[in-house]
């Protein structure tokens, strides 16, 4: 494959990918980010404590 197939096969897979996060917003299927962070907080602590 070329550096430019390349690219472009690149460029369509963020575009698909934009599309779908742009469609996912517009039909509310979103999670405040605090929630999110205060989730993913959370887990990372428990797995460090494991660690320990």
Same mark, same amino acid.
């Given at each position: 494959?070329?550096?430019?197939?390349?690219?472009?096969k690149?460029?369509?897979? *963020? &575009?698909?990918?934009l $599309? /779908?996060?742009?469609?996912? %917003?517009d039909?509310?299927?979103?999670?405040?980010?605090?929630?999110? *962070? &205060?989730?993913?907080? $959370? /887990?990372?602590?428990?797995? %460090?404590?494991?660690?320990?």
């Open positions: 494959m070329t550096v430019t197939a390349d690219l472009e690149r460029l369509a897979a *963020l &575009d698909a990918a $599309a /779908k996060g742009i469609s996912d %917003a039909a509310g299927r979103v999670k405040p980010g605090d929630e999110v *962070l &205060d989730r993913l907080e $959370a /887990k990372y602590k428990a797995m %460090a404590e494991r660690t320990k």
